[in-house]
């Protein structure tokens, strides 16, 4: 430390180590043990040590509570939480793809015809691909209807919650939880929805610049047709894709959370905060172990352990694989 004036480091009254501070220009006087010379604490002016950053976390709602990571360590549910997700996102897929389908038969027995209305020949192309990609897409946000259903929407709010608590610096209690939103602009919801609209635009753009798959007509290329596509697709996922992502963040991908799952995202702060503590700078394999921390390879891991078994299913059982519309 820069400072003009010796440390303290015999005893004296307290207005004497403000008065001595108060001559410090370094704005800070290191205070010492006077058997072994270590410095024991510092005396500070107000301002004069910024605190630091708070931590920068990301994480998930699994079956088994919430994981929070911090890129390198992570505290809550562990690996086989992760593993949880995987299946049971790949069942709310299997599930809403099963619903829509079951949906567009029903319409078809009572003659609409839903898939032949999109891509009627009387529309123009454009209209017809993005009739049919939207159709296509229709079990994508029942996965969002059926995940508020369940208690892990409620763990997906406690985990931004205490996120929030965290970056802002408050107390980890559960008023002060309780107390933040739901909404994190850093959900992967928003970059899912941001790259949802940035398809359906481009498709659309694309076919109606470029009708014809490989030879376009009026000289339009495929690569002229995805240029004109990607100018047109990507400014309006851009300018809302946190908008709208915000928004199925608090009416379908999270709710209220429960004293149970705030008190979970509460323990899996602390173990996360407790071990940056321990581990320190000291980590082998940093990238490695940053990708595994992120929790995406094991909730693959999860959906590829229900969707493998399933395909070899649905070979053997073919009024399976028609009854998911697979």
Same mark, same amino acid.
């Given at each position: 430390? #820069? ?8 005893? &004296? ?12 220009? &370094? ?5 010492? #043990?006077?058997?072994?010379?270590? %410095? ?6 107000? *301002? ?41 996102? &790949?069942?709310? +897929? ?18 609409? /015809? ?8 009387? !529309? ?8 049919? +990609? ?26 931004? @919650? %205490? ?11 559960? #008023? ?16 899912? %929805? ?6 359906? %635009? ?40 946190? !908008? ?30 407790? !071990?940056? @503590?321990?581990? *320190? ?7 490695? !172990? ?7 390879? @094991? ?15 649905? /070979? ?8 998911? *519309?697979?």
């Amino acid at each position: 430390m #820069d400072n003009d004036f010796p440390p303290l480091d015999s005893p &004296g009254t307290l207005d004497e180590a403000l008065e001595l501070l108060r001559r410090t220009p &370094g704005g800070s006087l290191p205070i010492l #043990d006077p058997d072994t010379g270590q %410095v024991v604490a510092v005396l500070s002016r107000p *301002g004069a040590f910024p605190p630091p950053a708070p931590p920068r976390l990301g994480g998930m709602a699994t079956p088994l509570g919430v994981y929070l990571t911090d890129g390198i360590v992570s505290g809550g549910a562990g690996f086989w939480g992760l593993f949880l997700t995987g299946i049971v996102l &790949g069942a709310l +897929a299997l599930l809403s793809q099963a619903i829509v389908n079951a949906a567009l038969t029903l319409a078809r027995a009572h003659g609409h /015809d839903v898939w032949a209305w999109a891509e009627s020949p009387a !529309r123009p192309v454009a209209l017809r691909a993005w009739l049919s +990609a939207l159709v296509s897409g229709l079990p994508v946000p029942l996965i969002f209807v059926l995940l508020r259903l369940i208690p892990m929407s409620g763990t997906h709010a406690a985990e931004h @919650q %205490v996120v929030h608590c965290i970056e802002q610096g408050l107390p980890l209690t559960p #008023d002060c939880v309780r107390a933040m939103p739901r909404v994190h602009p850093r959900c992967g919801t928003n970059l899912f %929805v941001g790259l949802s609209l940035f398809l359906l %635009v481009f498709v659309g753009a694309f076919c109606a610049a470029a009708p014809a798959p490989l030879s376009l007509a009026n000289g339009v290329g495929i690569a002229d047709g995805a240029t004109v596509a990607l100018v047109l697709a990507a400014p309006p996922a851009l300018l809302f894709w946190r !908008r709208i992502g915000g928004f199925v963040q608090q009416w379908f991908a999270t709710r209220p959370a429960t004293d149970r799952q705030i008190a979970g995202g509460i323990r899996a702060a602390q173990e996360v905060l407790r !071990r940056r @503590q321990q581990t *320190g700078e000291g980590v082998r394999f940093r990238p490695l !172990r940053r990708a595994w921390s992120m929790g995406f390879a @094991q909730v693959l891991l999860g959906y590829a352990a229900l969707l493998g078994p399933l395909s070899l299913a649905l /070979d053997r059982w073919p009024a399976l694989a028609n009854w998911l *519309g697979m």
